[in-house]
Nanobody
Framework: QVQLVESGGGLVQAGGSLRLSCAAS????????AAWFRQAPGKEREFVAA????????YYADSVKGRFTISRDNAKNTVYLQMNSLKPEDTAVYYC?????????????????WGQGTQVTVSS
């Protein structure tokens, strides 16, 4: 069992940047695939990015590829999402998720551990 807590959200203007952090506690997060999802009002939760536990492979939604970067520091038990060139369409609650093992999935139902979310608002 692991607990996840997101931080780093806020209000930024279009074109700005934010870095989200997902801190794991309770036990090591090293063996987990980590992912970021987001959910905007009136929309389903959508996949943003994922990284396997070794950090060797990363995956991105087409909508964020080239702008967002997911990374992790297993020594710090933390995963990050660097978000650059933010657009109003990126406005959502961002959630950190984890699933034990090296496989990843775009479906939120495949993840067993979730943070409470952090709000990202991008003004036009």
């Amino acid at each position: 069992q692991v607990q996840l807590v997101e931080s780093g959200g806020g209000l930024v203007q279009a074109g700005g940047s934010l870095r989200l952090s997902c801190a794991a506690s309770g036990r090591t997060f090293s063996g987990y695939t980590a992912a970021w999802f987001r959910q905007a009002p009136g929309k389903e939760r959508e996949f943003v990015a994922a990284i396997i536990w070794t950090g060797a492979s990363t995956y991105y939604a087409d909508s964020v590829k080239g702008r967002f970067t997911i990374s992790r520091d297993n020594a710090k038990n933390t995963v990050y999402l660097q978000m650059n060139s933010l657009k109003p369409e990126d406005t959502a609650v961002y959630y950190c998720a984890g699933a034990y093992g090296s496989r990843w999935a775009r479906r939120s139902s495949e993840y067993t551990h979730w943070g409470q979310g952090t709000q990202v608002t991008v003004s036009s």
